[in-house]
């Protein structure tokens, strides 16, 4: 199945390992999708937070699994608003947070 990762930090400072990301995303033949929350005016990639276009994304998608992993709040809006447009809690969310 295709494979999308959407990393989502708050500045370039932020980044961490973003050569290996690359690679692990490539090797498994998944596309990064990194957006920056509050970048400089220098970053040239994607800017806002991630969840718009993950919802926006997620009627193209047939029967997906979404893993959820990082902040607790973030799971649980994207939980949420993920649940409101129909998709099943307990069979296509999965979910491990890192911190609060």
Not at 14 to 43: G, I, K, N, Q, V
Not at 55 to 66: E, G, M, Q, S, V
């Amino acid at each position: 199945g295709r494979r999308m990762v959407y990393w989502g930090l708050r500045s370039e400072e932020d980044l961490f390992l973003p050569e290996e990301a690359a690679a692990a995303c490539t090797a498994a033949r998944a596309e990064l999708h990194t957006y920056l929350s509050r970048p400089s005016d220098a970053w040239g990639g994607l800017r806002g937070r991630f969840t718009a276009p993950v919802l926006d994304r997620y009627p193209t998608l047939h029967d997906p699994t979404f893993y959820l992993v990082g902040n607790g709040a973030m799971i649980e809006e994207l939980k949420k608003s993920l649940v409101a447009r129909g998709v099943d809690r307990k069979r296509q969310i999965r979910t491990e947070a890192f911190f609060d």
